[in-house]
């Protein structure tokens, strides 16, 4: 299923999280048949988003959602110097925005949506979310320099977002180098950075970053790396549009230090956070050679380094995995 009813997200926010209300009655508001009522219900439920169905008495959400109020959040981000964009659904957040980059779309443009169909992750994976379920948006953020001095973007990102989830009360959300963020040792969020620009500057990043807020047990099977969310974090349900604001808030202020002083002044408070800082782990290269060692940090370009028996060694890509070390 890879595009949505037109209907879909029209009866998505006339559910309810805490009464039935009859297909009738939404039909009714809508002005819409009873059939593309239960046919929207229909498609919701196969995106994920559970509903109860119950004969003579209509649907009800099985859990409250804080579907994305455009208006109240463009207004709220443009205090903060944004361009905010709600869709219902793209592709790929970020690959609408680069594409909207490219032709002249302003520093500070964000795009966010209720549901990708082709959510990236990186290294060319998929980013699965339920509709409903997670918070995906991209952030365009134009740089005086060349793409090539953004080596430590990534990082940067990740700490504003662990900044933010702290704001929200998840005092134990933590950094995995280059671009995860964890809750309990399980992926929570990822990033996914794409960059154009000329070789001395200026450039053009799109910073594209999902959190899972409420992920179905069907989801998390299909998932290859052990994953968590908000509600499990928290134990309440998450606005996402405070969220989406919240995560904003943090990126302004880190990614105008970036800009101003560079990762110099973050490093200390990035490896702080890092949930490998300190511990044995296995690193598995680009080239795929598997490494173990002592994860010792990370340099000022945003490198790992790992004391190995043969001395320190740098990598500025591959996969950090704890899982390969013995007990």
């Known amino acids: 299923m890879n595009t949505a009813s037109p209907s879909l997200f029209r009866v998505l926010r006339h559910l309810s999280g805490e009464e039935f209300r009859s297909g009738q009655t939404i039909a009714s508001r809508l002005n819409l048949s009873r059939a593309s009522v239960h046919n929207a219900v229909r498609q919701a439920q196969a995106l994920g988003v559970e509903i109860y169905s119950v004969r003579g008495r209509g649907y009800r959400l099985a859990h409250p959602h804080s579907w994305l109020d455009a208006e109240w959040a463009a207004a709220a981000a443009k205090d903060l110097g944004y361009r905010l964009h709600v869709h219902d659904q793209v592709d790929s957040t970020n690959s609408r925005l680069m594409a909207l980059g490219q032709v002249g779309a302003a520093h500070k443009t964000v795009l966010a949506a209720e549901w990708q169909t082709g959510g990236k992750g990186r290294r060319g994976r998929s980013w699965l979310s339920p509709l409903g379920g997670g918070l995906a948006f991209s952030l365009l953020w134009r740089f005086s320099r060349s793409a090539s001095d953004l080596s430590c973007l990534s990082l940067a990102v990740g700490l504003g977002l662990v900044r933010a989830l702290r704001q929200f009360g998840l005092s134990g959300a933590q950094l995995k180098w280059p671009n995860d963020v964890l809750h309990e040792g399980r992926k929570l969020a990822g990033i996914l950075i794409e960059l154009q620009g000329e070789a001395l500057g200026p450039s053009l990043a799109v910073i594209g970053v999902g959190v899972n807020v409420r992920l179905p047990e069907a989801l998390r099977g299909a998932i290859d790396q052990p994953v968590t969310d908000l509600m499990e974090g928290l134990g309440a349900t998450v606005d996402r549009n405070q969220l989406l604001l ?82």
């Open 246 to 327: 919240e995560c904003l808030r943090q990126m302004d202020q880190v990614l105008g230090h970036f800009e101003q002083d560079g990762f110099a002044g973050l490093r200390q408070e990035w490896e702080a956070h890092h949930a490998f800082q300190g511990r044995e782990a296995c690193m598995i290269s680009s080239q795929g050679e598997a490494w173990r060692g002592r994860v010792a940090g990370i340099d000022e370009t945003g490198a790992l380094l790992l004391d190995t028996e043969t001395g320190q060694r740098r990598f500025y890509s591959g996969e950090l995995s704890l899982r390969a070390v013995p007990a």
